[in-house]
């Protein structure tokens, strides 16, 4: 009996968080802004004469648009989709992601984590507060390019970013 009357007690307790919850919203990566900032990220490396690849991803880091330059290395489009997805799950750029890992023992082994990689060109892509995504770059000589060129193609779609 007291098995019982411990099951409603538990039940009776729950009950009022269970009738509190409400459907999560969150705000994501629509397709045109994705298409738009690859676009204005490869330009932005182009222009420069790097030939890249720029990846977009959504806030679960799974890809929305790809767009390589004609020259860029195969290479490019695997690198530039995991430094999108590791700043999106990570809700940082990979280059800071990368210098804490270098400075803290404890964050070493983030490069283990399957799918992150650790160099410059990952930058998060955020609505106000929100990381709705992210944008990775790869193939100029040197991450710190990388992130420029993403940085270039965000201010060119910043407006859209409410």
């Not at 009996?1 to 269970?18: D, E, F, H, K, W």
């Not at 609505?127 to 201010?155: K, M, Q, R, S, T």
């Given at each position: 009996?007291?098995?019982?009357?411990?099951?409603?007690?538990?039940?009776?307790?729950?009950?009022?968080?269970?009738a509190?919850?409400?459907?999560?919203?969150?705000?994501?990566?629509?397709?045109?802004?994705?298409?738009?900032?690859?676009?204005?990220?490869?330009?932005?490396?182009?222009?420069?004469?790097?030939?890249?690849?720029?990846?977009?991803?959504?806030?679960?880091?799974?890809?929305?648009?790809?767009?390589?330059?004609?020259?860029?290395?195969?290479?490019?489009?695997?690198?530039?989709?995991?430094?999108?997805?590791?700043?999106?799950?990570?809700?940082?750029?990979?280059?800071?992601?990368?210098?804490?890992?270098?400075?803290?023992?404890?964050?070493?082994?983030?490069a283990?984590?399957?799918?992150?990689?650790?160099?410059?060109?990952?930058?998060?892509?955020?609505?106000?507060?929100?990381?709705?995504?992210?944008?990775?770059?790869?193939?100029?000589?040197?991450?710190?390019?990388?992130?420029?060129?993403?940085?270039?193609?965000?201010?060119?779609?910043?407006?859209?970013l409410?």
């Open positions: 009996m007291s098995n019982i009357r411990n099951a409603i007690v538990a039940a009776l307790t729950l009950a009022p968080a269970a509190g919850a409400e459907v999560l919203q969150e705000r994501n990566m629509p397709l045109a802004i994705a298409q738009e900032l690859a676009q204005a990220t490869v330009e932005a490396c182009t222009a420069k004469n790097f030939n890249v690849t720029a990846t977009v991803v959504d806030r679960a880091g799974l890809v929305r648009a790809v767009l390589r330059a004609d020259r860029a290395g195969p290479h490019t489009i695997e690198a530039s989709r995991a430094k999108a997805y590791t700043a999106a799950s990570a809700r940082n750029t990979t280059t800071a992601i990368m210098e804490n890992a270098d400075k803290n023992p404890a964050a070493r082994h983030l283990a984590i399957e799918g992150f990689l650790l160099l410059g060109g990952g930058v998060p892509v955020k609505a106000g507060d929100e990381v709705i995504g992210a944008i990775g770059v790869g193939g100029a000589p040197g991450g710190h390019l990388d992130e420029e060129c993403a940085n270039a193609g965000l201010a060119k779609v910043q407006a859209k409410k």
